[in-house]
T-cell receptor, first 115, second 116 residues
Framework: SQKIEQNSEALNIQEGKTATLTCNYTNYSPAYLQWYRQDPGRGPVFLLLIRENEKEKRKERLKVTFDTTLKQSLFHITASQPADSATYLCALDDDSGAGSYQLTFGKGTKLSVIP | EPEVTQTPSHQVTQMGQEVILRCVPISNHLYFYWYRQILGQKVEFLVSFYNNEISEKSEIFDDQFSVERPDGSNFTLKIRSTKLEDSAMYFC??????????????FGPGTRLLVL
């Protein structure tokens, strides 16, 4: 099964700057990689999905890249705002064997945007 | 916008007691999931359910756990004899298609279970 590492547990940035979060996986390249946002005491909320044949995906101020050579995805938030402060989770479809899958999450990076 | 709901939001129980956590998935979704998140740790997959049977389960989902869809709307997780280490946030999720298709999962707000 996959092991997912998100580069840091916490990231502090100034409002207006671009936040860049990293997700690395260890084994085979998944068909899909997803990013979720989680606020304290709440469930994860889906943000973006990127497929293995896509290099980049954008949604408003969010951008995700997927590099299967590096086994890495980068998640960018441009023009960051204090409201972007949350924990961001990387998740991928993990083949648990015999063609069955489960969604496996990284531990997350807690982003704090300082006004 | 449709959303997954869960009850109760908080549950306190004594070790060894049975608990049932309830979820109402989004109505047109076909796949249902339970996850748990121990405080400060990552979200962990427990089980997936499709067509009235378990389609996938993790090592965490042992004989103490069971899931059921007792009617057309509810999806439940039962823990038969709770242990201290079962204390966690439990999330229900649902999706139209299953994992491996790139389908988004929609998560509920969670039930915080505390075993004393």
């Amino acid at each position: 099964s996959q092991k997912i590492e998100q580069n840091s547990e916490a990231l502090n940035i100034q409002e207006g700057k671009t936040a860049t979060l990293t997700c690395n996986y260890t084994n085979y390249s998944p068909a899909y990689l997803q990013w979720y946002r989680q606020d304290p005491g709440r469930g994860p909320v889906f943000l973006l999905l990127i497929r293995e044949n896509e290099k980049e995906k954008r949604k408003e101020r969010l951008k995700v890249t997927f590099d299967t050579t590096l086994k890495q995805s980068l998640f960018h938030i441009t023009a960051s705002q204090p409201a972007d402060s949350a924990t961001y989770l990387c998740a991928l479809d993990d083949d648990s064997g015999a063609g069955s899958y489960q969604l496996t999450f990284g531990k997350g990076t807690k982003l704090s945007v300082i006004p | 916008e449709p959303e997954v709901t869960q009850t109760p939001s908080h549950q306190v129980t004594q070790m060894g007691q049975e608990v049932i956590l309830r979820c109402v998935p989004i109505s047109n979704h076909l796949y249902f999931y339970w996850y748990r998140q121990i405080l400060g740790q990552k979200v962990e997959f427990l089980v997936s359910f499709y067509n009235n049977e378990i389609s996938e389960k993790s090592e965490i989902f042992d004989d103490q756990f069971s899931v059921e869809r007792p009617d057309g709307s509810n999806f439940t997780l039962k823990i038969r004899s709770t242990k201290l280490e079962d204390s966690a946030m439990y999330f229900c999720a649902s999706s139209v298609l299953g994992v491996g298709t790139g389908e988004t999962q929609y998560f509920g707000p969670g039930t915080r279970l505390l075993v004393l």
